[in-house]
């Protein structure tokens, strides 16, 4: 599997430093919105949790690896308010 850099943002443009959750797990943040960082190729489920701890901002998006992808150019990742 390939990874890919991903950039998560907020419908709203607010939340910049919340963790961000990738396909379920809660335990570990794959990255923060507004930060790129790096998530394997296909199908993924972008969340961020409430405090307490339910989702209140996902995207479910399939990530494909553009040929200029990089932490300078990722692939943008829009949250929409309790899922997407």
Same mark, same amino acid.
């Given at each position: 599997? $390939?990874?890919? !850099?991903?950039?998560?943002? +907020?419908?709203?443009?607010?939340?910049?430093?919340?963790? $961000?959750?990738?396909?379920?797990?809660?335990?570990?943040?794959?990255?923060?919105?507004?930060?790129?960082?790096?998530?394997?190729?296909?199908?993924?489920?972008?969340?961020? %949790?409430?405090?307490?701890?339910?989702?209140? !901002?996902?995207?479910?998006?399939?990530?494909?690896?553009?040929?200029?992808?990089? +932490? +300078?150019?990722?692939?943008?990742?829009? %949250?929409?308010?309790?899922?997407?």
């Amino acid at each position: 599997m $390939v990874n890919c !850099w991903v950039k998560v943002v +907020r419908s709203d443009g607010n939340g910049t430093g919340d963790d $961000v959750f990738v396909n379920g797990n809660y335990v570990d943040p794959a990255g923060a919105i507004g930060t790129a960082f790096l998530v394997a190729t296909g199908g993924n489920i972008f969340e961020t %949790l409430a405090a307490d701890q339910s989702v209140d !901002w996902a995207m479910t998006q399939t990530i494909t690896r553009p040929p200029d992808n990089s +932490r +300078r150019k990722p692939v943008p990742v829009t %949250l929409q308010p309790g899922g997407s």
